[in-house]
């Protein structure tokens, strides 16, 4: 958070770790970042991908392409790792 955060020119207030089921990260305009604590399962450039997309939230707060270029402002190559969530399977826990 601290290395994204100001190459955005956002400011996070807290993070919290969560269980969701469908969500990999999650931010609220209050600068609040939650992140799934299923991500320890990834590489560390997968995490840095949630990272950047939660954190990117705090200037464009949709999935538009303005949004996208943000994210892809700090990481050229975020298509391919958000790729991996989608394609790399993780053991089930209930």
Known sequence: LDH???LLGVQWKTLS???AGTRWGSARVDG???LNWRLV???MSVLDYVVA???SHLRVMDHSPRFWE???SVMP???QRRRVLKDE???PWH
Request: cysteine-free.
């Open 4 to 6: 994204f955060a100001p």
């Open 17 to 19: 770790l969560s269980n």
């Open 32 to 34: 609040s970042i939650r």
């Open 41 to 43: 399962h990834f590489r």
């Open 53 to 55: 997309h939660e954190l």
């Open 70 to 72: 943000t994210v892809e």
């Open 77 to 79: 190559d975020y298509a």
């Open 89 to 91: 399977m993780l053991p």
